[in-house]
């Protein structure tokens, strides 16, 4: 992998749409605004899933790459769902919540290695 390669996703502006969703007020958005806060979640995954991805490697040889691995999972699995009539708000959240720790990975996996 090479530096320029590598994708920086906007993590600051995907937290913050994680936590406009996360917010218990938000339950009470209407279904216009929790469609698009869903749309913009989505979004988001699809960016940050091949960063984390890239960062991971095709064979993961520490921790962190292997926890990357199970949270990449984790979000491939929610990006196929589809939310039940009624239950928007509760399929943002479980975005919201493993968009956080993928950036979370994304994070640690990024940072340069720490020297003994």
Do not use: F, N, Y
């Not at 091949?50 to 962190?64: F, I, M, N, Q, Y």
């Not at 926890?67 to 769902?81: D, I, M, S, V």
């Amino acid at each position: 992998m090479t530096a320029a390669r590598q994708v920086h996703p906007d993590l600051a502006i995907m937290r913050e749409t994680a936590a406009i969703v996360l917010d218990p007020t938000a339950l009470a958005a209407s279904r216009d605004e929790i469609a698009a806060l869903i749309e913009d979640l989505t979004g988001h995954l699809h960016e940050l899933v091949p960063a984390v991805e890239e960062l991971t490697g095709s064979r993961p040889s520490t921790a962190d790459q292997v926890c990357a691995l199970a949270g990449l999972a984790e979000a491939r699995r929610k990006l196929g769902q589809q939310p039940e009539e009624g239950r928007e708000a509760a399929h943002a959240r479980r975005l919201a919540r493993v968009l956080v720790a993928l950036s979370a990975h994304w994070e640690t996996l990024s940072r340069p290695p720490v020297s003994p």
